[in-house]
């Protein structure tokens, strides 16, 4: 190796190697020396880092530029207005999601649930509705729902305020805390406790999911329990697991604010409540076939 750099050495011409070795023709005046760091301080601190964040943040700018072309209050206006359509505009709601036909063994009857709201995303004012009756016949359970509803957190909003019973007789009147929303895996769920003002509490449980098929049909199994903290004869209620409700419905979607659905619906009463039930003459369960149609605006 000593031997082949020898002839490469002896192979190039001497004013091109004269050239390659001596520096002593370059002007160095003009480069200066990198700054040195102070004692003690870390050579490689700062490499890497842009100059900003090694020293003092600039201020926050305080003007805009559409400030240019826009006076003061114009601006003013239009920040007020991006802000409300951000989150602060009130909105509103109405459903009806169920109204239906109930028909099988015995009279055939009707059936309604229905809720709305009026708010913003936080706050809200919402009301809850249900009852069911015979066709042709009495009114046979009616009740009403005034809540306070505020979000706490992305899927779920904390409820409160009052439920009043029109029917059946005698009226009652309860004061309402409870929890809805949307939990993991898209189930919908809902928890109320009811105090009345007689003393008598109770718990109801709810819970339903829509299994879409296509875009259009979807099938929703639901179910509903009721708990009773104490017997209430003279509304019918036993202490416990007073009643069951399972339904399966399949409905399909003309548009996302219309969709009438069929399907079938199933009650229990249990313990004490199936017990006051026949003695009204009444049975303790009853399976029934649904129509009936959901909408909202």
């Known amino acids: 190796m000593k031997r082949l750099a020898i002839l490469l050495l002896a192979c190039l ?16 005046g003009g480069m200066e ?19 900003a964040s090694r020293g003092t943040p600039p201020p926050v700018p305080a003007d805009h530029a559409a400030e240019a072309f826009y006076s003061a209050a114009e601006m003013a206006r239009s920040r007020a207005a991006m802000l409300r359509e951000s989150g602060g505009m009130t ?38 509705t ?4 015979e066709i042709h016949g009495p009114l046979e359970r009616a009740e009403v729902q005034a809540l306070y509803s505020r979000a706490i957190g992305p899927w779920f909003n904390l409820e409160a305020g009052a439920r009043h019973d029109i029917r059946p007789g005698p009226q009652r009147t309860y004061a309402v805390v409870g929890i809805d929303g949307l939990a993991p895996y898209w189930f919908e769920v809902g928890a109320q406790a009811f105090l009345s003002d007689k003393g008598d509490a109770h718990l109801r449980l709810e819970g339903s999911y829509d299994q879409r098929i296509t875009q259009r049909l979807i099938l929703q199994p639901a179910a509903e329990v009721n708990i009773a903290a104490q017997d209430v004869p003279e509304l019918g209620i036993g202490s ?34 199936a017990r006051f039930a026949r003695a ?18």
């Open 91 to 128: 909105f509103s709601r109405l459903m009806l999601d169920r109204l239906e036909y109930r028909t099988g063994r015995g009279a055939d009857g009707y059936h309604w649930e229905g809720e709305g709201w009026i708010g913003g995303d936080i706050d809200r004012f919402a009301f809850k």
């Open 240 to 273: 416990g697991v007073s009643d069951i409700e399972l339904g399966l419905r399949l409905r399909y979607e003309f548009a996302r604010q219309f969709a009438p659905y069929i399907g079938v619906n199933w009650e229990r009463k249990l313990g004490e409540s």
């Open 33 to 51: 020396a990198p700054p040195q760091a102070p004692p003690g301080a870390d050579p490689h601190a700062g490499h890497g880092q842009p100059a």
């Open 13 to 28: 011409p001497v004013p091109a190697l004269a050239q390659e070795m001596d520096h002593s023709h370059m002007d160095h």
């Open 130 to 133: 249900e009852g069911e009756g």
């Open 280 to 297: 009204e003459g009444d049975g303790a369960s009853a399976t029934r076939f649904v129509m009936g149609a959901r909408f909202w605006f």
